[in-house]
């Protein structure tokens, strides 16, 4: 089972910063298959990156993902004031099962 | 409205059982394979089990395996979920979601969630 860490844990920004989540795998994830899902307090998660840099339907190309291999990076390029949430990512090239990482916490400094 | 909406949370006794349900609209429910995912309280998002768009195959996390039954009747547009022998880390709120991908022939999940619902809430608690 691929096992994920993401870093930092939680992110003090202010609206306008720009963002850098880090999401790191145990083993190489294959074919990039990585996304990054963001959750809100008492809501869903959201889809926002699959295939480790394409974005879901509707999402505002202020979110982008990068990486390869074992390394993967959500950005988020200006935040806005509704970008405050917790992020995970999570690897689907050895299903299954999928395995999620533990969240970053992206909150207003 | 394309949408999920579970149902049947609720607290129960460890040992016991529980169903839970999710209610599919607005979209082609029969052509989509279907995931639980679990959340503690508090925790991070735990993959429960999968079932192809026309319940021919399903696979299960290792933490529920042989407790855990998922089902799906596509001409009541419902996914279910089975869970006997609840124990008290099985507390979560569980959400159902749809795989990605549509079915076709030589149909594979692509194993990652495009659509979740608001989730029902599961408290084993004696």
């Known amino acids: 089972e691929i096992v994920l860490t993401q870093s930092p844990g939680t992110l003090s920004l202010s609206p306008g910063e720009r963002a850098t989540l880090s999401c790191r795998a145990s083993?190489?994830?294959?074919?990039?298959?990585l996304a990054w899902y963001q959750q809100k307090p008492g809501q869903a998660p959201r889809l926002l990156i699959y295939?480790?840099?394409s974005r879901a339907t509707g999402i505002p190309d202020r979110f982008s993902g990068s990486g390869s291999g074992t390394d993967f990076t959500l950005t988020i390029s200006r935040l806005e004031p509704e970008d405050f949430a917790v992020y995970y990512c999570q690897q689907y090239g050895s299903s299954p099962p999928v395995t999620f990482g533990p969240g970053t916490k992206v909150d207003i400094k | 409205q394309v949408q999920l909406v579970e149902s049947g949370g609720g607290v129960v006794q460890p040992g016991r059982s529980l169903r839970l349900s999710c209610a599919a609209s607005g979209f082609t429910f029969s052509s989509y394979g279907m995931h639980w995912v679990r959340q503690a309280p508090g925790k991070g998002l735990e993959w429960v089990a999968v079932i192809w768009y026309d319940g021919s195959n399903k696979y299960y996390a290792d933490s529920v395996k042989g407790r855990f039954t998922i089902s799906r009747d596509n001409s009541k547009n419902t996914l279910y979920l089975q869970m006997n022998s609840l124990r008290a880390e099985d507390t979560a709120v569980y959400y159902c979601?749809?795989?990605?991908?549509?079915?076709?022939?030589?149909?594979?999940?692509?194993?990652?969630?495009?659509?979740w619902g608001r989730g029902t809430l599961v408290t084993v608690s004696s």
């Open positions: 979601a749809r795989d990605r991908r549509i079915a076709a022939a030589g149909y594979l999940p692509y194993w990652y969630f495009d659509l």
């Open positions: 295939g480790a840099s």
């Open positions: 083993q190489s994830v294959s074919s990039s298959y």
